[in-house]
Each structure stands twice: as structure tokens, then as C-alpha cells.
């Protein structure tokens, strides 16, 4: 298993649908930034959005486990194997996700295998 780099294209705000629905000031989304970067295996990685990775984290756990090789689904979604273009679950302010797969390895922080002393 390899990490994912995880990278914020962009925050959104639809302006229609937030003028309709949305709580009185409401701006894009003030947990994310663009350009910041997050790297992922099988977790959540520290300061990300719970909701976020819930969205995302089955393309993080497919590209972690070589889902990269090809591109996703029948060729109809994203050209370039090994990256998902994602977004938060947020109707009125969504977040734009890069994923990317990479050579790097994954970072347990736990020992999966109980060990004799």
C-alpha cells in the first residue's frame, strides 16, 4: 500500500444555491485552501475535513492499493491513471480534490501483526 497525495484544487460557493438555502453570511468553505496538501493510506490525514474524507476516502483506499495503474472506471471519467479529481459532499460550498498515487510508502502507525517481546 502507498500513500496518496491529496491535493485542494479549489472552494466553491454557488452563489444561487446559497442565496436559496444558505445560513445568512455563508462563505466558502473555511477549513480547506487551495494548494494545500495532504498525504493518506487507509486514514484520515491530521486537519482534514471529517465530512471531506468521507467523500473521498474510497478513491484514496483505490488509488492506496494500485487502483493507479489505470485509469478509473471504463476511460469516461479522467484521462490520467492514478488521479481522481473528487469533491466534498457540500451542495453549497464544495471543495475540488486532486488525488494522485504515488511510490511512496505507506505509514502505519500501528503494528498489524501482534509481535512476541
Not at 494545500?36 to 482534514?48: R, S, T, W
Not at 469516461?76 to 492514478?82: A, T
Not at 511510490?103 to 502505519?108: H, M, T, V
Amino acid at each position: 500500500m502507498n500513500q496518496v497525495k491529496i491535493t485542494v484544487l479549489k472552494t466553491t460557493l454557488d452563489q444561487e444555491l446559497a442565496a436559496q438555502y444558505g445560513a445568512s453570511g455563508l462563505t466558502a468553505c473555511p477549513m480547506m485552501e487551495a494548494g494545500q496538501v495532504f498525504y493518506a493510506d487507509y486514514a484520515k490525514p491530521e486537519g482534514f475535513c471529517d465530512e471531506a474524507w468521507k467523500a473521498i476516502y474510497q478513491y484514496v483506499f483505490a488509488l492506496a492499493h494500485g487502483a493507479g495503474k489505470d485509469v478509473f472506471y471504463f476511460g469516461d471519467w479522467i484521462r490520467q491513471p492514478g488521479v481522481a479529481i473528487c469533491s466534498c459532499n457540500d451542495g453549497l460550498r464544495p471543495v475540488i480534490f486532486k488525488l494522485e498515487a504515488t511510490d511512496l510508502p505507506a505509514k502505519l502507525s500501528y503494528d498489524p501483526i501482534p509481535r512476541k517481546a
